[in-house]
């Protein structure tokens, strides 16, 4: 019940285009689903995040699409860069102690 | 500091050793977290900290894990006896207060040879 599961586990996008990976999960108790960044050798950025209480967050060229009934959330990238390349996770958090969980992890690559 | 710090950025040791990671969370920040990364793999909580006090060890995979925090700020986390199954990326991360932004150091990669 604790796990968050990711796909795909790897994404190959033209330039242009768009990028979507999927999470899912099965703990109501999450009420904070963040999605991380992260490139070769460093630690995972926060790239943008969403509570259960809105359906949809934009921040710039990212979208988190969230579906409550269905406990699915996405992560969409609108006009894919190179410079997006990168390993994307999502993750939830809810409960006690307030850690979070991640899932799989994307490998994203944006071909130019 | 600006950012979480952690040391060594890469560590290499012996099966059998035993070695410590140093985390230094973002000053003010009271939750301290530490997650380790496998090659291609997503990221396994081990240990929460609030204060200095753990109250989440559920994620530590063994007894031969164990962290400590001190004075509210720097976390250490100690491997005895390193075995090659733990080679790994061991990440740190804090937040300002349990339920707000998680921001990680760059982490330690260990590997045990």
């Known amino acids: 019940q604790q796990q968050v599961k990711q796909s795909p586990q790897s994404l190959i996008v033209q330039k242009g285009g768009i990028s979507i990976i999927n999470c899912a999960y099965e703990n109501t108790a999450f009420d904070y689903f963040p999605w991380y960044q992260q490139f070769p050798g460093k630690g995972p950025a926060l790239l943008i995040a969403i509570r259960p209480d809105v359906s949809e967050k934009k921040e710039g060229r990212f979208t988190i699409s969230f579906n409550k009934s269905a406990k699915q959330f996405s992560l969409h990238i609108m006009d894919s860069q190179p410079g997006d390349s990168a390993t994307y996770f999502c993750a939830a958090r809810g409960g006690a102690t307030n850690k979070l969980i991640f899932g799989t992890g994307t490998l994203l690559a944006v071909q130019p | 500091g600006a950012g979480v710090s952690q040391s060594p950025s890469n560590k290499v040791t012996e099966k059998g050793k035993d070695v410590e990671l140093r985390c230094d969370p973002i000053?003010?920040?009271?939750?301290l977290y530490w997650y380790r990364q496998s090659l291609g793999q997503g990221l396994e909580f081990l240990i929460y900290f609030q204060g200095n006090s753990a109250p989440d060890k559920s994620g530590l995979p063994s007894d031969r894990f164990s962290a400590e925090r001190t004075g509210g700020s720097v976390s250490t986390l100690t491997i005895q006896r390193t075995q090659q199954e733990d080679s790994a990326v061991y990440l740190c991360?804090?937040?300002?207060?349990?339920?707000?932004?998680?921001?990680f150091g760059q982490g330690t990669r260990l590997t045990v040879v």
């Open positions: 991360a804090s937040t300002l207060t349990p339920n707000t932004e998680a921001f």
């Open positions: 000053s003010g920040h009271t939750a």
